[in-house]
Each structure stands twice: as C-alpha cells, then as structure tokens.
C-alpha cells in the first residue's frame, strides 16, 4: 500500500471543496455536504485527492477500486525496477595464474549479465605484511576486465582482506 491516506466521506471536515464529478468535470466550489449528497446520489464516495489546495480538491469516485489500481500501479512499478545483485570472488595473494583466468571468466559473465563483482583477496599470516601484492592482483583484474567493467570502489584493505567492486560500464554497453 502507498503511505498517502486519503480522507474519504465524511473524514472531510473543511467547509467546502472544489468538487471533480465522476466523468473528470469541474463543478466548481461548493458546500461538503451539498459534495457529499451528490456522491452519495450517484452511488461513489468523495475522496480528497488535493488536500493542500485551498479550498481542498475532491473527487466522486469509487474509492476501492481506486486503491486497487493504485496498488496496481505501484506492484508494476516494482517489478520494472532493477535489481543488482552483488557476486563476491575470492583470490589469495600466491594463486595460480590459471585459476585467476578461470575467476576472470566467472566474473565476466556476471559483469555481463548486469551484476557488479566484488573481488577479495584473503591474507593469511606472513602474507598481510605485504598489501602491495593484494593490490597488484586486484589492480591486474581491473586491467583485465576493463573493456566491460569500471572500478566502483577502490582497493581497500579491511582487516584480513582487501577487497574492489567492479560495475558493468554501462557506456560501453551503448557503444555496442
């Protein structure tokens, strides 16, 4: 459900309202009540679709079929969204140069599909002395993927690991 409320029927408590009948037409500013009579008359509910106008804007509608279409609306608007997902990759400082191939060939095809690839190279011991090689191997990854990716986040080195998020490059993509 959407968080606006609206106030419907005899929640209007202002004196008077600029009255949109059923079909869309103005009927200019007339008393609440009079509003309410003629919703009433017609079978539909008065809803207040303006209320910071002055005077408040109310329309003669059926008012459940308008939150129906409403949620409607919102449902299909949720499922156009894009949802990235983010894939994680994990390399060691000593990994081979054939099994770096082989998480480059991983990641592309994620990258490819419109997911963005986080790499991490994990530390262990001796190994975290030396950050230097941690950021070689990440920026060598970045160099590699460079024709469909772009480095959304720099290499940092948090506690054990250093870790880089790659994006797709979505100019790239264009110029395809």
């Known amino acids: 459900m959407s968080e606006r409320q609206f106030r419907v029927n005899e929640q209007i408590r202002v004196p008077e309202v600029r009255l949109i009948d059923e079909k869309g037409q103005n009927r200019g500013v007339v008393p609440t009540k009079e509003a309410l009579a003629y919703a ?30 409403q949620s409607k609306r919102e449902r299909e608007a949720r499922k156009a969204q894009k949802q990235i997902e983010v894939k994680e990759l994990r390399l060691r400082p000593k990994t081979d140069d054939h099994h770096i ?70 100019d790239k993509k264009k110029k395809k």
């Open 101 to 170: 191939g082989f998480k480059l060939k991983q990641a592309r095809k994620f990258i490819e599909k419109g997911h963005k690839v986080r790499i991490r190279v994990l530390f262990r011991g001796r190994e975290r002395s030396h950050p230097e090689i941690g950021q070689e191997l990440l920026m060598k990854v970045a160099e590699e993927l460079s024709d469909i990716a772009v480095v959304e986040q720099k290499p940092v080195f948090e506690g054990r690991d250093m870790s880089m998020v790659l994006a797709p490059d979505t």
């Open 40 to 69: 009433d008359s017609v079978g539909l509910d008065l809803v207040e679709v303006a209320p910071e106008a002055r005077p408040p804007v109310c329309r003669v509608m059926n008012y459940s079929k308008f939150l129906y279409e």
